[in-house]
T-cell receptor, first 111, second 114 residues
């Protein structure tokens, strides 16, 4: 079945560490997105990519980085510059106006 | 800039009753797409319903239907015969052609009482 796979489901980060969240899709979608969700809150866009080797900053890109070397993959790195990274991270992909297909999310906790 | 407003942070409904969740949006475009997503406690985002602005007919998916008022820029979601499994956070969203991305509202938490 086609879909989006996010891994890991839970991730723990020590202060000062970089961590990378994985997002893979086999839907042949061109566009991919990363969102952050804090408890009881809405979705905030971190980065998005419309095509391979191209990506744009969203509303809260500081402290994060991404790459898009393959159509299927859009990993998100949470760097040590992100001062409050504890949150739920959602990856999505899209084929234009039909909306998003979402992954199941990664919960990141700073320990 | 396009914005999406959900004015009800929380709503409650009795099982088997009907509830309506409100959503308004701001846009200068004439053709656009609107969505409702559901996020249950599992946090998996699920597409509930989609509406194309050029269609006057309101979209319907089983117990879920929308009241799309284009002139008023309103897009409410009606859930009929509410079930315990409908309890979730519901997000209204607008498809932004510039940037090819969704703009989300802040969400409404729906509680279903048995």
């Amino acid at each position: 079945d086609g879909g989006i796979t996010q891994s890991p489901k839970y991730l723990f980060r020590k202060e000062g560490q970089n961590v990378t969240l994985s997002c893979e899709q086999n839907l042949n979608h061109d566009a991919m997105y990363w969102y952050r969700q804090d408890p009881g809150q809405g979705l905030r866009l971190i980065y998005y990519s419309q095509i391979v080797n191209d990506f744009q900053k969203g509303d809260i890109a500081e402290g994060y980085s991404v790459s898009r070397e393959k159509k299927e993959s859009f990993p998100l790195t949470v760097t040590s510059a992100q001062k409050n990274p504890t949150a739920f991270y959602l990856c999505a992909s899209s084929t234009s106006v039909h909306g998003y297909t979402f992954g199941s999310g990664t919960r990141l906790t700073v320990v | 800039a396009q914005t999406v407003t959900q004015s009800q942070p929380e709503m409650s409904v009795q099982e088997a009753e009907t509830v309506t969740l409100s959503c308004t949006y701001d846009t200068s475009e004439s053709d656009y797409y609107l969505f409702w997503y559901k996020q249950p406690p599992s946090r998996q985002m699920i597409l509930v319903i989609r509406q194309e602005a050029y269609k006057q007919q309101n979209a319907t998916e089983n117990r879920f239907s929308v009241n799309f008022q284009k002139a008023a820029k309103s897009f409410s979601l009606k859930i009929s015969d509410s079930q315990l499994g409908d309890a979730a956070m519901y997000f209204c969203a607008y498809w932004l052609e510039y940037g090819n991305k969704l703009v989300f509202g802040a969400g409404t938490i729906l509680r279903v009482k048995s």
